[in-house]
C-alpha cells in the first residue's frame, strides 16, 4: 500500500491540473457583456467572475502558478514511482506516461469543455479562483515585478498593444460576419454607428452644386410652385448670389400661409415664414452634428468652409442613411448616378460619393483623400483626366466618359480580372 500512494496523489495533482487548465480557458473565453448584464440583475456568480477579470494579470499568474505546482510535482512524483518500479527506464516511461496524461486529461478535456460552457464553467468556479487569488496575491506580486524588469530591459512595455473596445466590438462584427452570423446590411449598420465620430459633416453633406435653392426676388407664384414641385420640405431662399442664404423655407410653413390668401398669393409675406438658417462648419464630426441635430430639434443645416463659403447641406436623414442605408419615400426621386451594365462596369456620375458606390456594389474603394468618386480618380491621377483615358488603380478599371470643364462628370468602373 505504502508503494501505491505515489500513485493516487499523481491521480489527485492531475484532477487539479485540469481544474486549473479549465477555470483558465472558462474565465478568460467567458462573455464580459453577459457577465455585466447578470451582474446588474443581482448575480453574485456573475460579480466574482467581473471582479477577476478586471485584473487579468493577477487572475493569470494564480492559475498559472497552481498549475505549474500541480504538474511539477504530479511529475516529480510519477518519476520517482517510475523508478521505483523499472529502475533507470523510469525516467522515460515516466516521461511518456505523464505527456499523455497531462496532455489528455488535464489540458485537452478540462479546456474542450470549459470553451464550450465558458459562461457556465467561470461563474461555477469563481469562488475556488478567487481564493486561489488571494492566497497567491504576494507571491504573484513578486513574479509581476520581476517580469515587467525584464521586459523593461528589453525596452518592452507591458500595457503594449491594449485593445480599445471600439476596435474590439469591430473585430466581433467583422468576424461573425465572416462566420456568417451577422447580414452585410447588419454589419453596415452596426459600423456605421461607430464610424460617426471618424467622419465630417464634409463627408455626408450634399455639394451646393446638387442643392435645390429658390431665388427670393422671384415673384410669389414662381416660388410657391418651384416649393410645392420639389421633393424636399425644406429648401434654402437666397438674394443676390447662391452664397448669400437669407433663410430656410419650409413647405408646411408655406401651405400654412397660402391657404387663407385663397389663391392671391401676391399678397404672400415670404419674409414673415422663413426660418433663420443655422450654419454650420464643415469640420464637424458627424457624430457632433448628430447630438446638435437632436439637441436643437432641427433636422436640416448648412455646411460652410471656414472662410463662411456656403460647401453644401446635411439633414439628419443624411446622418441616419449612413448608419441603415437609403432611406425614400413616395416623394423621394430615385436618382442614384450608379447604372450596372450588361458587360459587369458601372457606369457612375461623378459626384456619386465613394461610401454609397462601396454600400450600393460591396466594393472597397479608399475614401481617406476623397469624397467622390470623381475625386477619387483625380487624386490617383494627380489630374484632370480627358474623356477616354482610362486609370487603374485599387484593383478597378476607370474610364472617363464624360467631362464639363475642369470636372469628371461620367466614369465606366470595372473590377479588374482577377480582383474579387
Known amino acids: 500500500m505504502t508503494t501505491l500512494w505515489p500513485f493516487f496523489a499523481v491521480i489527485v495533482l492531475l484532477a487539479f491540473s485540469g481544474f486549473f487548465s479549465g477555470s483558465e480557458t472558462a474565465l478568460t473565453a467567458a ?32 492559475i498559472l502558478l497552481g498549475n505549474n505546482l500541480v504538474n511539477i510535482l504530479a511529475s516529480a512524483l510519477a518519476t520517482a514511482m517510475f523508478l521505483s518500479w523499472f529502475g533507470d527506464a523510469g525516467v522515460p516511461i515516466a516521461t511518456a506516461v505523464m505527456t499523455v496524461l497531462v496532455l489528455v486529461f488535464a489540458e485537452v478535456m478540462p479546456k474542450t469543455y470549459a470553451i464550450s460552457n465558458s459562461d457556465n464553467v467561470a461563474m461555477a468556479v469563481s469562488q475556488p479562483i478567487t481564493w ?62 461607430l464610424d460617426l465620430k471618424d467622419l465630417t459633416v464634409a463627408d455626408l453633406m450634399i455639394h451646393r452644386k446638387n442643392i435645390n435653392m429658390i431665388d427670393a426676388d422671384q415673384p410669389a407664384r414662381d416660388i410657391v410652385m418651384t416649393a410645392l414641385s420639389s421633393p424636399h420640405t425644406r429648401l434654402p431662399l437666397y438674394r443676390g448670389s447662391q452664397d448669400e442664404i437669407i433663410g430656410i423655407l419650409h413647405a408646411k410653413d408655406l401651405l400654412r400661409a397660402i391657404a387663407p390668401l385663397r389663391g392671391d398669393l401676391n399678397k404672400l409675406d415670404l419674409d414673415s415664414i422663413i426660418r433663420e438658417p443655422w450654419f454650420v462648419p464643415e469640420t464637424l464630426t458627424v457624430q457632433e452634428q448628430l447630438n446638435a441635430f437632436l439637441k436643437k430639434r432641427n433636422h436640416f443645416a448648412l455646411v460652410v468652409d471656414e472662410y463662411g463659403a456656403l460647401e453644401g447641406l446635411i439633414t439628419l436623414e443624411d446622418i441616419l442613411e449612413e448608419i441603415v442605408g437609403d432611406i425614400r419615400d413616395e416623394h423621394d426621386v430615385a436618382v442614384q448616378g450608379v447604372r450596372p451594365q450588361p458587360d459587369g462596369s458601372v457606369n457612375v456620375d461623378g459626384v456619386v460619393t465613394i461610401r454609397d458606390l462601396n454600400r450600393a456594389l460591396g466594393w472597397n474603394l479608399p475614401d481617406e483623400e476623397a469624397v467622390t468618386i470623381a475625386g477619387l480618380v483625380i487624386h490617383e491621377a494627380q489630374t484632370i483626366p480627358e474623356p477616354g483615358q482610362r486609370f487603374s488603380f485599387h484593383g478597378y478599371r476607370f474610364d472617363v466618359l464624360r467631362k464639363s470643364r475642369n470636372q469628371i462628370t461620367a466614369l465606366r468602373v470595372k473590377q479588374d480580372e482577377g480582383v474579387s
Open 132 to 193: 486561489l487569488v488571494k492566497t497567491f496575491a504576494w507571491i504573484v506580486n513578486i513574479i509581476q515585478f520581476i517580469v515587467k524588469i525584464t521586459l523593461r530591459i528589453f525596452g518592452i512595455r507591458a500595457d503594449q498593444g491594449l485593445v480599445s473596445a471600439e476596435e474590439e466590438i469591430r473585430g466581433a462584427i467583422d468576424l461573425h460576419h465572416s462566420e456568417g452570423g451577422v447580414a452585410e446590411h447588419d454589419r453596415h449598420m452596426l459600423v456605421g454607428a
Open 31 to 62: 462573455s464580459r457583456a453577459r457577465m455585466h448584464a447578470m451582474e446588474k440583475d443581482g448575480d453574485k456568480r456573475a460579480a466574482r467572475v467581473n471582479r477577476l477579470l478586471a485584473d487579468q494579470e493577477s487572475l493569470i499568474g494564480a
